[in-house]
């Protein structure tokens, strides 16, 4: 096999072995390994030709020793292999390249966080031609920029925020982070969170227009009320066929108010009720145990009678019908 270096500069041409090869190579190399490598760039100084068989006899080394040799600096790609035999790579060249390398060849998690950045850079364009005309100020983009990184939506719902603030002509700053904070509460990240937590808003939004014609509000329903609702429907999953046996307890109530139906609903599920069936067993089982502790103390003189674990339903389901 022939022996020659690669073409070097002179800026790189200081010793026959650099400083480099001592520092990096050296400490993990076999000793053998080293004294193959060291007589090969001996011999590629002078261009000179040399068999394997000729190698291990010059070095005094078994054979294979001087092939696993061989293959170890091809690995650490100190050495290439020609046709004709093996180059001897500039080390200094070697380590000049895995400096420049970062800045030129982007790793898999850099070209992953360099494609995300593209993704959001798009994302703020659009915003800014759909919702601002172009014309979107530049404080706007570093907003956006922390939203992203604090809520971690993705580049789909950071448009749908816009898009929802839009529509409710509140496109201002302080509206879009109220936004933000309860969609972010209710665990959106992508576009699918999203889209379940909307079909959840509105089964709410129905069931909230239901409870106010109902309970005769002839209004929408407050801030506050609608939370309520959101608990029930969300929450606690109950469909509107519970619910309305909680606003049929109101008819008993001189004032009828969200608080009354939250303790009822609220009860009924700690109790971990989830049909219509099981509250109407309870409520009837209730309304007994009601009749059969009056009609004892009709018929005793002991007026004391303590009622035991019923005595906190008392205010709650007073006046069953």
Request: aromatic share 14%; hydrophobic share 35%; net charge neutral.
């Amino acid at each position: 096999m022939k022996l020659e270096q690669a073409d070097t500069s002179s800026l790189f041409s200081n010793t026959e072995i650099p400083d480099i090869f001592f520092t990096e190579y050296l400490s993990s190399a076999n000793g053998d390994y080293i004294k193959v490598y060291l007589y090969m760039l001996f011999l590629s100084k002078y261009n000179k030709e040399i068999k394997i068989n000729d190698l291990s006899k010059k070095l005094v080394l078994p054979l294979n020793t001087i092939q696993n040799a061989i293959k170890y600096w091809e690995e650490q790609e100190i050495i290439t292999k020609k046709n004709t035999g093996y180059i001897i790579n500039n080390l200094q060249e070697i380590e000049l390249y895995k400096l420049y390398k970062p800045k030129t060849a982007l790793s898999a998690e850099q070209l992953q966080k360099s494609q995300e950045n593209q993704k959001r850079v798009k994302a703020i364009e659009y915003i800014n031609n759909k919702y601002f005309s172009g014309l979107m100020p530049s404080i706007w983009s570093t907003d956006i920029e922390l939203w992203f990184k604090k809520y971690q939506f993705d580049e789909e719902v950071m448009i749908a925020l816009f898009g929802y603030c839009f529509d409710r002509s509140a496109l201002h700053k302080a509206y879009i982070q109220r936004v933000a904070d309860i969609w972010s509460k209710n665990n959106i990240k992508t576009f699918n969170d999203l889209d379940i937590y909307s079909e959840k808003q509105e089964k709410a939004k129905m069931v909230a227009s239901t409870i106010s014609k109902k309970l005769g509000l002839h209004r929408s329903l407050s801030e506050y009320e609608f939370a309520y609702v959101e608990k029930w429907t969300i929450d606690y999953n109950y469909p509107l066929e519970i619910i309305e046996i909680a606003l049929k307890k109101t008819t008993s109530k001189a004032n009828p108010n969200f608080d009354y139906l939250n303790k009822l609903l609220s009860d009924w599920h700690d109790r971990g009720f989830k049909t219509s069936a099981e509250i109407q067993n309870f409520l009837s089982e209730i309304k007994q145990k009601d009749k059969n502790i009056q009609a004892l103390k009709k018929s005793t003189t002991y007026g004391n009678y303590e009622q035991r674990e019923y005595d906190n339903l008392n205010g709650l389901y007073a006046n069953l019908n």
